[in-house]
């Protein structure tokens, strides 16, 4: 069964400051997606990761997938506070194509 | 672009009533998948269908049933509800060709709540 984990769930963080975000999953996947959710609303496609060593940014976000170590991070660069919101990991099932997501960080960027 | 469109956005139901939920997917996606997201929780699985057909199961409580229809629309089916199906709940939809590796969209989502 594929389980997908991320850490750490609650991150709290100073304007400026750089921090990242873990996504580990179990089983064989070379399909990864990060989304952003705001409270109540619906999931933000942020990168779509499909191959080993892939690297994206945009904006003050990053994100690289090693398929291999079954781990993707998000990398925040100085942090602004509109960067808070819920940010949540999904990897593809390689038989049924299902995302199962991960456990999501809650992020808040304090002034 | 057209997306993926769900409806209702809100709905309240009182316990042991029946509630549809409604997705349209986008444009010539053949595959749609519900998800289940309860307060401050990562998005479950619950059933996804392929040309009309169900094609994967996660934890669909029995009381729930779903299916595709002709025009490809979804439907999800709730009865005897509960307190605890409060939650929001998304359709996303895919399409799947060659090699079934495109990316899925999910919609604005439906926010139950059971009082």
């Known amino acids: 069964e594929l389980k997908v984990e991320q850490n750490p769930l609650f991150l709290s963080m100073q304007e400026g400051k750089n921090y990242t975000i873990y996504c580990n999953y179990s089983?064989?996947?070379?399909?990864l997606y990060w989304y952003r959710q705001d409270p109540g609303k619906s999931l933000e496609s942020l990168f779509v990761l499909l191959s080993n060593g892939a690297v994206k940014q945009e904006g003050r976000l990053m994100a690289s997938l090693d398929t291999k170590a079954r781990l993707s991070t998000l990398h925040i660069t100085a942090a602004v506070h509109d960067l808070s919101a819920t940010y949540f990991c999904?990897?593809?099932?390689?038989?049924?194509?299902?995302?199962?997501f991960g456990t999501g960080t809650r992020l808040k960027v304090l002034a | 672009a057209a997306g993926v469109i769900q409806s209702p956005r809100h709905l309240i139901k009182e316990k042991r009533e029946t509630a549809t939920l409604k997705c349209y997917p986008i444009?010539?996606?053949?595959?749609v998948y519900w998800y289940q997201q309860g307060p401050g929780q990562d998005p479950q699985f619950l059933i996804s269908?392929?040309?009309?057909?169900?094609?994967d199961k996660g934890s669909i409580p029995d009381r729930f049933s779903a299916q595709q229809f002709s025009d490809y629309h979804s439907e999800l089916n709730m009865s005897s509800l509960e307190l605890g199906d409060s939650a929001l709940y998304f359709c996303?939809?895919?399409?799947?060709?060659?090699?079934?590796?495109?990316?899925?969209?999910f919609g604005q989502g439906t926010r139950l709540t059971v009082v």
């Open positions: 089983t064989t996947s070379d399909r």
């Open positions: 269908f392929y040309e009309k057909m169900q094609s």
């Open positions: 996303a939809s895919r399409e799947t060709g060659t090699g079934g590796g495109t990316e899925a969209f």
């Open positions: 999904a990897v593809v099932h390689s038989g049924t194509y299902k995302y199962i």
């Open positions: 444009p010539r996606h053949d595959t």
